[in-house]
T-cell receptor, first 111, second 115 residues
Framework: GESVGLHLPTLSVQEGDNSIINCAYS??????FIWYKQESGKGPQFIID?????DKRQGQRVTVLLNKTVKHLSLQIAATQPGDSAVYFC??????????FGAGTILRVKS | DTEVTQTPKHLVMGMTNKKSLKCEQH?????MYWYKQKAKKPPELMFV???????INESVPSRFSPECPNSSLLNLHLHALQPEDSALYLC??????????????FGPGTRLTVL
C-alpha cells in the first residue's frame, strides 16, 4: 500500500488516550465540512461531517468542532485504538459538489 | 450494496497506450467523481458528473477523458499519458447531485504507473 512519511504532520498517541487533529480551511464561504480517514492502500472513508450552522457535532467516539471565526476545524477521537492509525483529512465543500481536501495528518497509535 | 468498485486495481501503461479506468456504484447516487492522489498528498478533484452530465472539470489535460454512460458507471479514458500522471485514481459517488451536502463514498482506487 501507499506509505506516508515525513511530509505530513504526525500525531503520536498512546492507546486509550484522546486524540485531537486540527485543520485550517481556506474559504470563508464554505458551508459544509467532512473528516475522512484513509488507511494504507484504501480510499478515504467518511468519519463525520458538519454544516456551517453548527459548531459541534458528535458521533461514536468522534467529535468535530467548527470555529468559523478563525476558519478552524478539529476532530477529537476518544479512547484512541490501534485501528485508528491512518491519515486523516479534513475537506471543505467550496461550492456545488467541489470538495477540497486539507494536507492531512498521520495518526499513529502506540500500544 | 453500499460500495464503490473500481477496476483495475493496478495498471501499468506506456506513454503511447490507451487504457480506461472503470468505476461502478449501485447506491442510486446522482453524482460521481474522479480524483487524483499523489503519494503523501490529499486527493485532488478532477471531474464531477451530476445527473450524468459533466458539471466540473478542474482544468484537467485532455489526455484524460471522462465518460458517464449511465447513472451507475463512470469511466476515465487515458491516452498519451506522461510519467508524472502516475498516481492513485479514486472514484467517488454521492447521493446529492447538486448542492454538495452529504458523504462522498470512495472506491479503493486504481494505482496507475506510466512508464
Amino acid at each position: 500500500g501507499e506509505s506516508v512519511g515525513l511530509h505530513l504532520p504526525t500525531l503520536s498517541v498512546q492507546e486509550g488516550d484522546n486524540s485531537i487533529i486540527n485543520c485550517a480551511y481556506s474559504n470563508s464561504a464554505s458551508d459544509y465540512f467532512i473528516w475522512y480517514k484513509q488507511e494504507s492502500g484504501k480510499g478515504p472513508q467518511f468519519i463525520i461531517d458538519i454544516r456551517s450552522n453548527m459548531d459541534k457535532r458528535q458521533g461514536q467516539r468522534v467529535t468535530v468542532l467548527l470555529n468559523k471565526t478563525v476558519k478552524h476545524l478539529s476532530l477529537q477521537i476518544a479512547a484512541t485504538q490501534p485501528g485508528d492509525s491512518a491519515v486523516y483529512f479534513c475537506a471543505e465543500n467550496i461550492w456545488g459538489n467541489k470538495l477540497v481536501f486539507g494536507a492531512g495528518t498521520i495518526l499513529r497509535v502506540k500500544s | 450494496d453500499t460500495e464503490v468498485t473500481q477496476t483495475p486495481k493496478h495498471l501499468v501503461m506506456g506513454m503511447t497506450n490507451k487504457k480506461s479506468l472503470k468505476c461502478e456504484q449501485h447506491m442510486g447516487h446522482r453524482a460521481m467523481y474522479w480524483y487524483k492522489q499523489k503519494a503523501k498528498k490529499p486527493p485532488e478533484l478532477m471531474f464531477v458528473y451530476s445527473y450524468e452530465k459533466l458539471s466540473i472539470n478542474e482544468s484537467v489535460p485532455s489526455r484524460f477523458s471522462p465518460e458517464c454512460p449511465n447513472s451507475s458507471l463512470l469511466n476515465l479514458h487515458l491516452h498519451a499519458l506522461q510519467p508524472e500522471d502516475s498516481a492513485l485514481y479514486l472514484c467517488a459517488s454521492s447521493q446529492d447531485g447538486g448542492l454538495g451536502y452529504g458523504e462522498q463514498f470512495f472506491g479503493p482506487g486504481t494505482r496507475l504507473t506510466v512508464l
